[in-house]
């Protein structure tokens, strides 16, 4: 059974810098397309980025592009979320998701959740 263990979440001053890691397990990594959603209180699930199974493939939302990077390392089963020039609306726990196919922001599409990892940006 697939694991995802998100991790690297806190609390930070606004405009500092963060890095999420999400270890995989219980599947070949290299066999799924990764993405990161965050929800904040009171709203829905947004997708935030997506790589695809080798990592030549990436896509950002609007909101967050320029400022955050996804990336993968396949030989340890781990997809990172660069979150730089953090601000006050990025707070939200971020989930990390996994599905085999292409690559997709519809999170109905997404087969296997982490329990997420808490991000708080002090303005």
């Known amino acids: 059974q697939v694991q995802l263990v998100e991790s690297g979440g806190g609390l930070v001053q606004a405009g500092a810098s963060l890095r999420l890691s999400c270890t995989f397990s219980?599947?070949?990594?290299?066999?799924?397309?990764m993405a990161w959603f965050r929800q904040a209180p009171g709203e829905a699930r947004e997708f935030i980025g997506v790589?695809?199974?080798?990592?030549?493939?990436?896509s950002l939302a609007n909101s967050v592009k320029g400022r955050f990077t996804i990336s993968r390392d396949n030989a340890n089963n781990t997809v990172y979320l660069q979150m730089n020039r953090l601000n006050f609306e990025d707070t939200a726990i971020y989930y990390c998701?996994?599905?085999?196919?292409?690559?997709?922001?519809?999170?109905?599409?997404?087969?296997?959740w982490g329990q997420g990892t808490q991000v708080t940006v002090s303005s």
């Open positions: 998701s996994a599905r085999r196919g292409i690559t997709t922001f519809q999170e109905r599409r997404y087969d296997y």
């Open positions: 219980g599947g070949a990594f290299s066999m799924y397309a």
């Open positions: 790589i695809n199974q080798s990592g030549g493939f990436t």
